[in-house]
């Protein structure tokens, strides 16, 4: 398929998210990531992060369920969105950098993510050993017009037959481009109306990433840059593959 990549100026994302994924050094304080966050005001407030996982037992005397949830582990950093709705997360292993609606530009945010992450090698105490994952994951939401079908905007929409009217729909596909070799999640949803006068809304949730033939060097940011521009145009064309052009022409 061929697809027209182009400049939209009023896109449906709602969150584009860049995710630097390392490989920490042994011992990572938690003072450490306070102090990076510390040095990142611009930012905002940032608040403790924090990790729960449960486990549910199935194989009990009475062959009832039962639930254990483990207690919380302090795991990192989150700021809040500030004014220009951009927000970092900040944890041993990663660092990703949030950009909320409304969107800019790749060639607005990348640079910023990118010395973001600087700061955070350049930290003796959370130097990473090396890279394990690059990904970009676009977030977007497009409201559906009243009397709108679903084909007037997905070039694949789900079938249901004539019988039947769809009120929800999921579709979620995990893909590996034969030309790049990079890995897509690829997210459908269509949603119900949410509030009145609304005709609900289709949910394109795009996360593309690479966990082979990383840089060498956690701090080799040409080879980190070059990582990044291959996913963000896979990234662009598995989003216009999925639209059609008459959807797409909405965003203009």
């Given at each position: ?28 304080e ?15 407030e ?140 690829k ?14 809304v ?6 593309v ?17 070059t ?23 909405k965003?203009?």
């Amino acid at each position: 398929m061929t697809v027209n990549v182009r400049h939209l100026p009023n896109a449906p994302i709602t969150e584009a998210i860049i995710e630097f994924g390392v490989i920490p050094q042994d011992s990572v304080e938690l003072s450490a990531l306070k102090a990076l966050a510390d040095s990142l005001s611009e930012y905002g407030e940032f608040k403790p992060l924090y990790q729960v996982s449960s486990t549910i037992r199935f194989e009990t005397p009475d062959n009832k369920p039962e639930a254990e949830v483990s207690p919380r582990v302090h795991v990192g950093y989150r700021s809040d969105p500030d004014e220009s709705r951009k927000l970092v997360t900040i944890t041993p292993d990663s660092l990703l950098f949030h950009k909320l609606r409304p969107y800019t530009s790749w060639g607005d945010i990348f640079p910023e993510a990118l010395s973001i992450f600087k700061k955070y090698t350049d930290t003796d105490a959370l130097a990473p050993v090396a890279i394990r994952k690059l990904a970009v994951r676009y977030i977007n939401h497009i409201e559906l017009e009243r009397g709108s079908e679903l084909d007037d905007y997905l070039r694949f929409p789900p079938e249901h037959g004539k019988d039947f009217g769809l009120s929800g729909y999921l579709k979620r596909a995990q893909l590996q481009d034969n030309r790049t070799k990079l890995f897509v999640n690829k997210t459908e949803i269509v949603e119900g109306p949410r509030a009145p006068g609304t005709h609900g809304v289709i949910v394109l949730d795009n996360d593309v990433y690479a966990t082979e033939d990383l840089p060498d060097r956690v701090d080799d940011l040409d080879a980190i840059k070059t990582v990044f521009n291959r996913i963000q145009k896979l990234k662009n064309r598995v989003f216009f593959s999925s639209l059609t052009d008459e959807a797409l022409g909405k965003f203009q």
